[in-house]
């Protein structure tokens, strides 16, 4: 069974520049996480879809981040523009149901110049 | 104060002993408990859940959780050099929110 696939892997961009960020859950895992995690500290939860619906983006700064995940598969998360501080690691993970184990993708890097 | 702590090391375990991670949470009604292992560059990787008081074995690994306290701790017998990594400690608030502390980056010692 495929894991939880995210792409690209890494990115660089310089700020005030937009990005995007895919993820593909596990096949049947209706709930979806994004995490943002910081060098030297843990994830931090920054919306999380139960099938197509966000219930919880209540860490999502919306002034430029914005996600979806339109047909309750896979989602995108987007920053717009990119600021210096954005730079982290940008972690996906699915699970089937709130109350089940959480599988983390191997993130993305974004490094903002 | 922050709502999940630990101490983020390092740890330096000589290889054979046993490695004690430990974690404290504020939220007095957390009902389930986690303990991650991150290595360098990879992703979190689920290693141990407790949800009752007490003691959970599985393998080298056992988890002892404390509510009364608001202590969770992870013991690892018999460490090997393959257990260096960072150990998150993972707290679920309510019936959703998994918050994580900081982690504690362990190194063992061949």
């Known amino acids: 069974e495929a894991g939880v696939v995210q792409s690209p892997r890494y990115k660089i961009i310089e700020k005030k520049q937009p990005v995007a960020f895919w993820c593909n859950p596990i096949s049947g895992h209706n709930t979806l996480y994004w995490y943002l995690q910081n060098l030297g500290q843990g994830p931090e939860l920054l919306i999380r879809y139960e099938n197509e619906e966000a219930v919880d983006d209540s860490q999502l700064p919306k002034d430029r981040f914005s996600a979806e995940r339109l047909k309750g598969v896979d989602s995108t998360l987007k920053i717009q523009p990119a600021e210096l501080g954005d730079s982290a690691v940008y972690l996906c993970?699915?699970?089937?149901?709130?109350?089940?184990?959480?599988?983390f993708g191997p993130g993305t890097r974004l490094t903002v110049l | 104060q922050k709502e999940v702590e630990q101490n983020s090391g390092p740890l330096s375990v000589p290889e054979g002993a046993i490695a004690s991670l430990n974690c404290t949470y504020s939220d007095r009604g957390s009902q389930s408990f986690f303990w991650y292992r991150q290595y360098s560059g990879k992703s979190p990787e689920l290693i141990m859940s407790?949800?009752?008081?007490g003691d959970k074995e599985d393998g080298r690994f056992t988890a002892q959780l404390n509510k009364a306290s608001q202590y969770v701790s992870l013991l690892i017998r018999d460490s090997q050099p393959s257990d260096s990594a960072t150990y998150l400690c993972a707290v679920k608030q309510g019936a959703q929110k998994l918050v994580f502390g900081q982690g504690t980056r362990l190194t063992i010692n061949p």
């Open positions: 407790i949800y009752s008081n």
């Open positions: 993970a699915s699970s089937l149901g709130l109350n089940n184990e959480q599988f």
